[in-house]
């Protein structure tokens, strides 16, 4: 394995602690950081998952100007730094990758 494939995985299960950590701190109470999978923030940042931002804001037909902005930071990081945020950070791809390396996906692909 690379150099840069250690440090890909390396992001990549740190990121995806870190979004279940977070929850679970929360329960006790430490607020430093706050959030889940869809959605998280730090302080006065937030941060939330553009498809699920869209969703709300169709299906309440508001608008709501934190959400787009929430909305627009991971859309703008994805534009300046290309596949190195959704490759390395982005907890969708991980999960995705997580489940491709279980043998049972391998299985249920040779059957279809």
């Known amino acids: 394995m690379s150099t840069l494939r250690r440090w890909r995985l390396a992001v990549q299960?740190?990121?995806l602690g870190l979004l279940f950590l977070i929850p679970w701190l929360n329960?006790?109470?430490?607020?430093?950081a706050f959030g889940?999978?869809?959605a998280w923030g730090a302080g006065p940042l937030t941060v939330a998952d553009p498809a699920v931002a869209l969703?709300?804001?169709?299906g309440r037909?508001?608008?709501?100007?934190s959400l787009l902005v929430?909305?627009?930071i991971p859309l703008g990081l994805?534009?300046?730094?290309?596949?190195?945020?959704?490759?390395w950070m982005c907890p969708m791809n991980t999960l995705i990758e997580a489940v491709n390396w279980l043998p049972l996906t391998k299985v249920?692909?040779?059957?279809?």
Do not use: H, P, W
């Open 61 to 65: 037909a508001r608008v709501y100007g």
């Open 13 to 15: 299960i740190l990121t």
């Open 78 to 87: 994805a534009l300046v730094f290309g596949k190195a945020f959704c490759g």
């Open 27 to 32: 329960r006790r109470g430490i607020m430093a």
């Open 36 to 38: 889940n999978l869809y």
């Open 108 to 112: 249920v692909a040779r059957l279809l």
């Open 70 to 72: 929430a909305a627009v």
């Open 55 to 58: 969703q709300s804001l169709l």
